[in-house]
């Protein structure tokens, strides 16, 4: 179960590469790349949902519609940041945290009960209490 939490911070992760790489003076990925590469790690995600959570058919579109959506939203938001030559780690991590409340937001609304239990208990509850905690000490 704490795989897919674990999942999440790694996508969220690889949306960050290029920046990283270009911290390291390092050839950037192309877009093109990067945009595979989420691809590849959305449709990862989508299908341990389904294994994991005993996903309807209609669930899993939503769940690959929502994670396309917000991880490509995401991943303009942080390419603009990177654009923008901001070095600020809190810029960064306070992007992530409104991406990964607006999936968590948004999995609430498709999962039945027992679903979502099961979803706080791989590691979401967790982490939503992090982002919570991030939030207050911001303000």
């Known amino acids: 179960m704490r795989y897919k939490a674990i999942k999440f911070f790694g996508i969220a992760a690889l949306l960050l590469l290029p920046f990283r790489a270009g911290a390291q003076q390092q050839q950037p990925q192309s877009e093109e790349e990067e945009l595979k590469q989420m ?16 996903l309807e058919i209609w669930q899993t579109f939503y769940v690959d519609s929502i994670l396309t959506h917000d991880y490509n939203a995401l991943r303009e938001e942080l390419k603009g940041l990177r654009e923008a030559k901001i070095s600020n ?7 992530q945290d409104k991406w990964a409340e607006q999936i968590y937001n948004s999995f609430q609304k498709v999962f039945n009960e027992e679903q979502w239990q099961k979803y706080l208990k791989s590691g979401a509850g967790r982490d939503k209490k992090s982002r919570d905690k991030r939030a207050a000490k911001r303000k």
Do not use: G
């Open 89 to 95: 780690s809190d810029t960064y991590q306070r992007v």
């Open 39 to 54: 691809q590849e790690a959305i449709d990862r995600a989508v299908e341990n949902y389904e294994n994991t959570l005993d």
